[in-house]
């Protein structure tokens, strides 16, 4: 089983759609996640940061962190076509090196 | 925006040639980390760097080498690029000071045939 898991897709949504994106995982040592945004050919953009459980919001974007549950989630409001990319989550434990990504959910926003 | 970049962003090679791909950042950050992203896969470390003369390789196999002579630049060398090697190469980046968000450069597409 993989440490972190997300479901690929793709998720194709009409524009101004609110749009969830989720993983899972099994390690509860992980303490820090993150989610970044990745266009073809292009490397991976940090979207949101987040440490321990919560919610976090910046502009559009709610990353929202559920650790007895090994959840998290990405919700994306008033969707646009430009929010057409990969979302890759990844997480780390506390004082080490090491993320861990999914394997990245295609979204497909439809104008 | 991350000030993170690597070059080449596209490379097509034939078999048996050496390459090094640069990666080089102006953010002072003392980690630096190397992963392999193929198609539907997830990101895999190949090689990582807590700072200068500091090197380690990843939980992937890979038969390339790294080297940190300078904070800012952490190339990546392939001795003799075999078709195997054909993949997307990241670069990235982390402060110290207990975890922090990793930044990535755009990236190296390699294709070797």
């Known amino acids: 089983q993989k440490e972190v898991e997300q479901d690929p897709g793709p998720l194709s949504v009409p524009e101004g759609a609110i749009v969830s994106l989720n993983c899972t995982y099994s390690?509860?040592?992980?303490?820090?996640f993150m989610w970044y945004r990745q266009y073809s050919r292009k490397g991976p953009e940090l979207l949101m940061y987040t440490y321990s459980s919560g919610n976090k919001e910046d502009g559009r974007f709610t990353a929202q962190v559920d650790k007895s549950s090994k959840y998290i989630s990405l919700f994306i409001r008033d969707s646009q076509p430009s929010d057409s990319a990969t979302y890759l989550c990844a997480m780390s434990p506390s004082g080490t090196y090491k993320y861990i990504f999914g394997t990245g959910t295609r979204l497909k926003v439809l104008a | 925006e991350a000030d993170i970049y690597q070059t080449p962003r596209y490379l097509v090679i034939g078999t048996g040639k050496k390459i090094t791909l640069e990666c080089s950042q102006t953010?002072?950050?003392?980690?630096m980390y190397w992963y392999q992203q193929d198609p539907g896969m997830e990101l895999h470390l190949i090689h990582y760097s807590y700072g200068v003369n500091s090197t380690e390789k990843g939980d992937l196999s890979s038969e390339s080498t790294v080297s940190r002579i300078r904070t800012e630049h952490f190339p990546l060398t392939l001795e003799s690029a075999r078709p195997s090697h054909t993949s997307q190469y990241l670069c990235?980046?982390?402060?110290?000071?207990?975890?922090?968000?990793?930044?990535f450069g755009q990236g190296t597409r390699l294709t070797v045939v």
């Open positions: 390690n509860s040592a992980f303490q820090y």
């Open positions: 990235a980046s982390s402060a110290t000071g207990g975890n922090t968000e990793a930044f």
């Open positions: 953010m002072g950050h003392d980690k």
